[in-house]
């Protein structure tokens, strides 16, 4: 058996001996005096004829005739059924179920107690405490020969598992039962119980005396009887209502709702144990339906929980329990057709729910051995109790055996409701312990993971770095040959010919190093800022314009920022304009450059961009197919192209009214290439 649930079945245990030995303890053998206590186990018994069923305010004969009447007829049962007769407590009279249809209306049947109080009790206030009185009907006390207490609830699920505390003032009023100072102890006390005929009626013995020497007694006998189950059933209805809020919200899981449903049922079924002088919210016949059903219901709930335990299916068992418990309780609904003859279905439907019990018990502890399921042996071993459990509840309410002792039927819903309390409470933390167990599995792969992504990650670093570096050194090497090393092999040849006058060869030197300036511009950040690179580019080719005579104005705007401007894309931008400036220092024998720059939004299809347009006062260049100088500049031509449409731009050779002109379009957000 699992831990859990052997400690489950150990409390249960345990608590149901403390119960057996409070009720050994409390159960007084003989009539005696226990310090300011007096047990009282006898008392004389009378039948009254003609009575109602409200009880008067004072006794309807005269005490002097009443101890006449029970000095003559001594310790013997009369022959009268009217006189007094001495009889043990606790008396019970028997119940008939043939005679058990009479209404509630009819004439009821009046028996009377009498406990004599001897002389020599304590001065203090005194009290009556009765462990239990049951039948149909009311119940009313006398002091001295004036009423101080009746029960006010109904008539049929009355107080009767309540014990009964009743002070007996001096003023033997309902109103006022405090007694007066200096006024005597009382003599006499008489209990009145009128009952619906046939149905009998039982009596406790009887207990008289101080509140201090009594009340404890009263307590612990409430707190077992009505108090305990009351409790128990208000908490494990509350956490009946929370399972059913996880019920509604993990509905693949109805074990949850099964667990709300036993709470419930198990409730309702105890519900005539606790009530008390207050009416019921609903009649009495309602009542009735409500509670004897209630343990039927509790029977399907159970089992369905139990087959979710043990995980194993009996479709035909469970749809045959269905069909028995929905039969009675349609045959036992209080309307006109069927109350008659509710008397003789009620035995039927016991007999029935006594089956029905056996029939759950045997099946769940076969099908849980079957499955090895320690709880669901633990649970059906329970269930099977309240076979012997309806026994001794059957008679004890048929008056059969001491009045005194308590009813097991709810301590057994209680311990019922415990051991699927600890169920539920033992797959809780089975689901917390399995997702723990997940977490952790994924918590090693998450990490393992981790690593072999950190491990991908630096090797993809690495790769990026080389793949940098490699196409870094070929730009690099790209921009030299095509800039510095073509200079450098035109100066050489020119020299290895002898072709090179000095002013030629320093020219070619001072292109170089322009190129060299101009590559070493272009690696240095320019922030996506357009305007410090032809900055720099003015500030490298200024000298060389001014000493060709060429002036030159700077006619720039703000302009936005291009996020694309790398040092690769800041180099094509260099080129391009050294190009164009150089073939108009070269061929247009102009004196005058204006560059400028200026934003252009979007305009149907143009995407927005910025332009950088050079002019100058010299004879216009623009390209044309199949022109004679189109061959000349075709490969600057060409490169000028290449690299404006490498950034994503445009560019466009013009002439205007007073020389030539040059326009780069660069975007503002650049595609990919």
Known sequence: MPPTNRACWLIEVAALW???????????????????????????????????????????????????????????????????????????????????????????????????????????????????????????????????????????????????????????????????????????????????????????????????????????????????????????????????????????????????????TCGLRNLHYVVDDRPLPVPDDWFGWLTVNALGWAMVAAFAFALRVHRKRMPRLALGIVTLVGLCTVLTLPVPHLLPHLNAILPLVYIAIALLTAVVAISGLWASWQARSGEGMVLFAWISLNIPAGVHDLLLQNYRINIERVYLAPYLSIGLFAIFLAIVYRRYVGAIHAVELVNAGLENQLAARERELTASHEQLRTLEREQTLAAERQRMMQDMHDGIGSSLMSALRMVERGQASTADTALVLKDCIDDLKLAIDSLTPADADLLALLAALRFRLAPRLKAAGITLTWSVQDLPPLPWLDPQAALHVLRILQEVLTNILKHSQATAIDLATESRPAEGAQPACVVVRIRDNGSAFVPIANAPHAAKAGLGLANVRYRAEALGGHCQWAAWEGGGEFRLGLPLVRGRS
């Not at 004072?58 to 006449?68: M, W």
């Not at 049962?77 to 009889?87: E, F, K, L, Y």
């Open 18 to 264: 403390l119960l057996s030995a409070w009720l050994t303890a409390c159960s007084g053998q003989g009539q005696g005096q226990a310090g300011a206590a007096l047990h009282l186990k006898q008392a004389d018994f009378r039948l009254q004829a003609d009575a109602g069923w409200e009880p008067p305010p004072e006794l309807p004969f005269s005490e002097p005739e009443a101890q006449g009447t029970q000095e003559a007829q001594g310790a013997q049962a009369p022959q009268d059924p009217h006189g007094w007769a001495q009889v043990p407590l606790p008396h019970a009279r028997p119940r008939s179920l043939a005679e058990g249809n009479a209404s509630l209306q009819a004439a009821p049947e009046v028996a009377w107690y009498r406990l004599t109080l001897p002389p020599g009790l304590p001065e203090q206030e005194l009290f009556l405490y009765l462990p239990r009185w049951q039948t149909i009907g009311i119940v009313a006390v006398y002091v001295d020969g004036r009423i101080v207490y009746r029960t006010r609830g109904s008539r049929v699920w009355n107080s009767f598992n309540r014990p009964l505390w009743v002070p007996l003032g001096g003023s033997n009023s309902i109103s006022n039962s405090n007694r007066s100072a200096g006024a005597e102890p009382p003599h006499t006390v008489w209990v009145r119980m009128a009952s619906q005929q046939g149905v009998g009626g039982a009596l406790s013995s009887a207990w008289v005396g101080t509140e201090d020497a009594l009340l404890w007694r009263y307590n612990l006998r409430r707190f077992v009887q009505t108090d305990l189950i009351s409790h128990a059933s208000a908490a494990f209805l509350v956490i009946g209502l929370f399972a059913l809020a996880v019920g509604l919200v993990r509905r693949r899981e109805p074990i949850y709702l099964l667990f709300f449903a036993v709470a419930v």
